[in-house]
């Protein structure tokens, strides 16, 4: 099982239009979204998506069993394959909601959540999201007793990040580095629940770290940074853990897979540097891949800008590469 992490500001709609030309293998997930937006904001925009899209799933933000159900509901009824709880954030604004992180130290509270949750899933999996542990917690003892509890309860499916999450004194940009990766205590979970679905989450920069990963005896793994900054890694994914042809031979060809996507989003009045944004890292440490960038960057957010933005940082890539073989 090979999946892309949730990632707030990064993992819209565009960006999962755009990694789907590149895997079709890999579950994707939506940036998370509290209940209370799904209850009272614009659900079209948090929640609508393409069909081109699935596998997706939906990570919701909350605390309250009865919201969560209420918006389990709402999104199964959207057509998400996965409805997943975020007990992992640390920002400010999750904490001052009591949920993410927070809830790593209200196991009880998660198991009726994901209870509630299940109840409104009409059969779609619903699966959890969480650290090791909070602050200074001992992950040998807090990571344990969660899963333990919610195993217990009912819960099948647990999505690891190899970290405690430090609520206090770093920021969420520091808390995906600084609190040191423990895969051990991950590896160590799966020997201890055998019969719950471990997926590894944190530090996965490159597919020869996912393998070695279910070698070690894990269900699946989540790649967050690694295949958004170089989304080349994803044209590999599905020949490797899907033994399936990849979409794409190229991510040249990819990306003139994806313009039709593109030009569809511009006619609806979506500006280009909204989907462009995601595809700066398309050809990181490939000959022309900073022309890629600046052309995308500096030229994609002009007001009017379109597929011939594309086609010129395009042709960067072919030109250099031509260079290359000369």
């Excluded at 809830?103 to 009726?112: F, N």
């Excluded at 994803?234 to 991510?251: R, T």
């Excluded at 593109?262 to 891949?289: K, N, Q, T, Y």
Aim: hydrophobic content about 45%; overall charge neutral; charged content about 25%.
């Amino acid at each position: 099982m090979f999946s892309v992490a949730p990632m707030m500001d990064w993992t819209d709609r565009h960006c999962r239009s755009f990694h789907r030309v590149l895997t079709k293998g890999a579950l994707l997930y939506t940036e998370m979204v509290t209940t209370g937006a799904v209850l009272h904001g614009d659900r079209e925009r948090l929640l609508g998506f393409s069909a081109a899209e699935h596998p997706v799933a939906l990570q919701l933000g909350g605390s309250d069993p009865a919201d969560l159900a209420r918006a389990t509901a709402i999104g199964v009824d959207y057509g998400y394959d996965e409805i997943n709880l975020n007990c992992g954030c640390p920002s400010d604004r999750v904490q001052k909601g009591a949920f993410g992180a927070c809830l790593m130290r209200e196991e009880t509270l998660v198991a009726e959540c994901l209870s509630a949750m299940r109840e409104a899933a009409k059969g779609r999996p619903v699966t959890v999201k969480h650290r090791l542990g909070v602050d200074d917690d001992a992950p040998e003892e807090r990571a344990f007793r969660f899963v333990e509890t919610l195993a217990k309860a009912g819960t099948t499916r647990f999505i690891v990040h190899a970290r405690n999450a430090w609520l206090k004194g770093l920021s969420p940009k520091e808390n995906r580095d600084v609190p040191p990766l423990r895969y051990e205590v991950v590896y160590a979970l799966k020997r201890a629940f055998p019969d719950v679905t471990i997926v590894l989450n944190g530090g996965i920069a490159d597919l020869a770290t996912a393998r070695a990963a279910i070698a070690e005896g894990l269900d699946g793994v989540m790649v967050g940074r690694a295949a958004y900054q170089t989304p080349a890694l994803l044209l590999e994914v599905d020949p490797v853990f899907y033994g399936a042809p990849a979409p794409a031979p190229d991510m040249t060809t990819a990306i003139e897979r994806f313009m039709p996507y593109i030009a569809d989003r511009l006619s609806e009045g979506v500006p280009l540097h909204a989907i462009a944004r995601h595809m700066l890292g398309a050809f990181h440490g490939r000959p022309g891949g900073r022309l890629w960038r600046r052309v995308l960057s500096e030229e994609g957010c002009k007001p009017g800008a379109g597929l011939d933005v594309m086609r010129k940082a395009l042709s960067m890539i072919t030109e250099s590469s031509r260079r290359v073989v000369v």
